[in-house]
Nanobody
């Protein structure tokens, strides 16, 4: 099993920045891909970004491309999401996810999930 713990959420004004972190523990050798998803109240969970173990394959949703950056430190088993130029529509619970194998943007393809961290962007 793999455990994921997110941190770094909070309240920020529009145009501001936040950095989310997600630390993995347990059978981390089985994790190849780490990613971020988000879910706003009353809406479905949506893909944000994902990254392969070596960092050579990365995907972003169109809504965050150019504003968010995903990165990982394999020595620390941690993935980060740097969020800049935040907008009120970025408000959501952000979830870290992990899986073995290839990079996917479909949340059903991920095996492990964190508990989520709230990001609130005020206008």
């Amino acid at each position: 099993q793999v455990q994921l713990v997110e941190s770094g959420g909070g309240l920020v004004q529009a145009g501001g920045s936040l950095r989310l972190s997600c630390a993995a523990s347990g059978r981390t050798a089985s994790v190849d891909v780490m990613g971020w998803f988000r879910q706003a109240p009353g809406k479905e969970r949506l893909f944000v970004a994902s990254l392969s173990r070596a960092g050579g394959i990365v995907y972003y949703s169109d809504s965050v491309k150019g504003r968010f950056t995903i990165s990982r430190d394999n020595a620390k088993n941690t993935v980060y999401l740097q969020m800049n130029s935040l907008k009120p529509e970025d408000t959501a619970v952000y979830y870290c996810a992990a899986r073995g194998g290839s990079v996917y943007t479909n949340d059903r393809s991920y095996d492990y999930w964190g508990q989520g961290t709230q990001v609130t962007v005020s206008s």
